[in-house]
């Protein structure tokens, strides 16, 4: 779906991946997040810079274009001790 098109570069232009895909005429329109919190591999770590004892929350991103095609997953993981996160819905 995105060979050979700036998505594959490091520096994919002006409003990132989200733009090349609305370029290509895979415009995310919905988002489904995942979110669990571990403790680190010994090279998230090391990478992270976490002191030993320290969590790690992992948030798994899918999005999906129009007619359920998924277009991204991406993985993320946070030094735990850094972030909030914070829902807001109708009751």
């Known amino acids: 779906m995105v060979d050979g098109s700036p ?23 919905r988002f489904r997040e995942q979110v669990r919190s571990r ?14 004892g320290t969590p790690v ?5 899918f999005a999906y274009a129009e007619g359920g095609v998924p277009v991204e997953v991406n993985e993320m993981v946070l030094d735990a001790t ?10």
């Open 7 to 29: 998505i594959t570069e490091p520096h994919p232009g002006e409003g990132g991946i989200y733009a090349r895909l609305a370029d290509l005429g895979r415009a995310p329109v």
């Open 39 to 52: 403790m680190p591999l010994p090279e998230e770590a090391a990478a992270l810079g976490l002191r030993t």
């Open 57 to 61: 929350v992992l948030i798994v991103r």
């Open 82 to 91: 850094r972030y909030v996160m914070e829902w807001d819905f109708p009751a």
